[in-house]
């Protein structure tokens, strides 16, 4: 857990014990630490918890200079600031509960909204709000890209995605690859990677067309595709 440097010096204090505590591996007392600073926290105003909430968000997952949260904090201090933000349709809220949620290794229950804000419509909505915040264009970038590889997670024996969801997940991912070209980082290596998933999905679509008799390894075999389950069928 990193320390911070607040502007409310009681603030910064109470964090940075937390945080060294915890980074001690005293779960048990970091823990305890965290409920009391949430409470104090809670006692200040309104705009006094967003100023301390947004700029843990900006430390985050602006300037990554913390590296998560705990489930409390989440739940019990940041997500009520970020659902008002979220619900008033402002920047970067919006990708912010996405990024808070996704990207902490935690069981949610009870959150009101959960699917919504974990799912590429609040990013589009967030793209759609601010066009020019290159964080939420990659991250739909990449989730689009993640949900092709996750679709061939069971390849050779059988594909997750149905034919529309693949070519809409391809168009959405070259829409937006298209349109910020530009200003994104490491573009070959998406177009690389998209080319690969619409080589091999339309593979497997020709596959599943043309015949029953052999797998799908060995029709890639014979049409030279060298998938790397395919390079293994050849050393085998």
């Known amino acids: 857990m990193n320390l911070i440097n607040y502007s409310d010096e009681e603030l910064t204090v109470l964090w940075n014990d937390y945080a060294t505590t915890r980074n001690k591996g005293l779960k048990k007392v970091a823990n305890q630490k965290l409920r ?8 200040k105003s309104k705009d006094k918890i967003k100023e301390f909430v947004d700029f843990i968000c900006i430390e985050r997952f602006e300037k990554e200079n913390i590296k998560d949260f705990q489930q409390p904090l989440i739940e019990d201090l940041i997500l009520p600031i970020l659902a008002e933000g979220v619900e008033a349709e402002k920047m970067p809220y919006l990708r912010w509960v996405f990024q808070i949620l996704v990207y902490s290794n935690i069981n949610y229950k009870n959150i009101d909204n959960l699917d919504y804000y974990t799912s590429d419509e609040i990013l589009i909505k967030a793209n759609f709000i601010d066009p020019n ?3 939420t264009v990659l991250i739909l970038i990449n989730l689009y890209i993640g949900r092709l590889g996750f679709g061939i997670h069971h390849l050779p024996e059988f594909i997750l995605c149905e034919k529309e969801e693949v070519a809409e997940l391809l168009n959405k991912s070259n829409d ?5 070209k530009d200003k994104l980082s490491m573009v070959s290596d998406m177009i690389e990677d998209i080319a690969y998933y619409k080589d091999l999905y339309e593979s497997w679509f020709k596959y599943k067309n043309e015949c029953s008799e052999i797998s799908f390894t060995e029709w890639c075999v014979l049409n030279n595709k060298n998938y790397s389950w395919v390079k293994a069928f050849y050393y085998s």
């Open 36 to 43: 009391d600073m949430i409470n104090f926290i809670n006692l």
């Open 133 to 135: 915040d290159i964080k």
């Open 176 to 180: 937006l690859i298209d349109k910020y």
